[in-house]
């Protein structure tokens, strides 16, 4: 099946077997290996990345379902060699740890930021509760969230 993904801005027209999970494609057909695969079944969030500015865990949608939609993942996040705010804001708050939620992570506070479910630490923990860390990295994950959030609402 012949599919066209629009990735980080740039336009890939691909054959994709219709059972190919968008995670593999990406991985695998693209080298975008900065969104990880963890558990596979869509439970860890460490995949996330976002279609139409929606989070969407990539290894539970099929990479045929989204002809001609924007994808975003993490190596587009951020702009003309800048980190995005979220990002920095991790670093800021030592929010890695061993760093593979990062990418999911990120990805998900982004749209939760966006999303206007960030008004509180209380909050930002409930709408990430699809994204699981780990390695105690949670406090700073929502510290993070909760001062970018903060900037952005100014």
């Known amino acids: 099946m012949r599919v066209t993904l629009r990735i980080n801005g740039e ?5 994709v077997d219709p059972r190919q999970s968008l995670l593999d494609v990406l991985r695998e057909r ?3 290996t900065g969104t990880k695969k ?19 865990v990539s290894c539970l949608t099929l990479a045929a379902m989204h002809d001609g939609a924007e994808i975003t ?4 996040l951020a702009g003309q060699g800048e980190l995005h705010p979220l990002q920095a ?11 593979f939620c ?11 930021i966006a999303e206007g479910h960030a008004g509180s630490a209380h909050e930002i923990r409930a709408w ?14 929502v ?5 970018t959030a903060r900037r952005v609402r100014g």
Not at 11 to 15: D, G, I, R
Not at 89 to 99: R, S, V
Not at 128 to 141: E, K, L, Q, T, V
């Open 11 to 15: 336009a890939h027209q691909l054959e």
């Open 73 to 76: 993942t993490i190596e587009g």
């Open 102 to 112: 990062t990418p999911g992570q990120i990805m998900s506070g982004v749209a939760c």
């Open 143 to 147: 510290a993070a969230i909760d001062e």
């Open 128 to 141: 990430m509760s699809g994204n699981i860390c780990r390695c105690a990295a949670y406090p700073g994950i």
């Open 30 to 32: 693209l080298n975008l």
């Open 89 to 99: 804001a991790f670093i800021e708050h030592d929010a890695l740890q061993c760093g």
């Open 38 to 56: 963890g558990c596979n079944q869509g439970a860890c969030g460490a995949c996330t990345i976002l279609i139409g500015g929606r989070r969407v």
